[in-house]
């Protein structure tokens, strides 16, 4: 039954990157378990968006274990398969890379990406900038804050057209909105 497998993928990967992300925490004041994000990018993308590919959901959950976690793109592929390990690592930086070539490389690659990966990126976006209107790191100011919410608009002019409700609650979550 491909319903009970797509559930069965689904709780593996969000159990894959529990476990990875066990020892991380949001830049918030209140240190948020890290694993809040990508389960909030899974829920935007199926609760919102009415995404049901489990694949792309798959891929929003584990979208940060290859760049914020010892996990190996290889390793990815032999739990998850090529077509998530390819969205994931879509939407990976380069960590070897300064922060200021990574950033431009998003806005670059955002128009090049697959309709997969543009759904991720887009919720991950929205997800960073609703957090960080509603708990941005202590010692994020207002000028530090409005750089990243206009990089992300910049990264975000890249995926549009994509899918247009997720567009407008980028949108909503630029101006501040929830």
């Known amino acids: 039954m491909k319903a009970t497998s797509d559930i069965a993928l689904i709780l593996k990967a969000a159990s894959f990157a529990a ?4 020892d991380q925490r949001r830049k918030d004041a209140e240190a ?4 809040n994000h990508p389960l909030a990018l899974a829920s935007l993308l199926a609760d919102v968006a009415g995404i049901t590919d489990a694949e792309v959901l798959a891929a929003a959950l584990l979208h940060d274990t290859i760049e914020d976690t010892l996990t190996t793109a290889d390793e990815l592929r032999a739990t998850f398969g090529e077509r998530i390990t390819s969205i994931v690592l879509e939407v990976t930086d380069d960590k070897s890379l300064p922060k200021a070539e990574r950033k431009k490389l998003q806005e670059v690659h955002a128009a090049h990406a697959s309709r997969e990966a543009k ?3 887009l919720a991950d976006k929205t997800c960073n900038l609703r957090d960080l209107a509603a708990t941005p790191p202590p010692d994020w100011d207002l000028a530090r804050r409005r ?3 206009d990089w992300a608009q910049r990264v975000v ?3 549009r057209g994509t ?3 997720l567009e407008a609650l980028f949108e909503r979550a630029a101006d501040g909105r929830p």
């Open 119 to 121: 759904l991720v990126k």
């Open 147 to 149: 750089e990243y919410f």
């Open 163 to 165: 899918h247009a409700g």
């Open 32 to 35: 948020t378990p890290y694993i």
């Open 157 to 159: 002019t890249g995926l």
């Open 19 to 22: 476990h990875k992300h066990r």
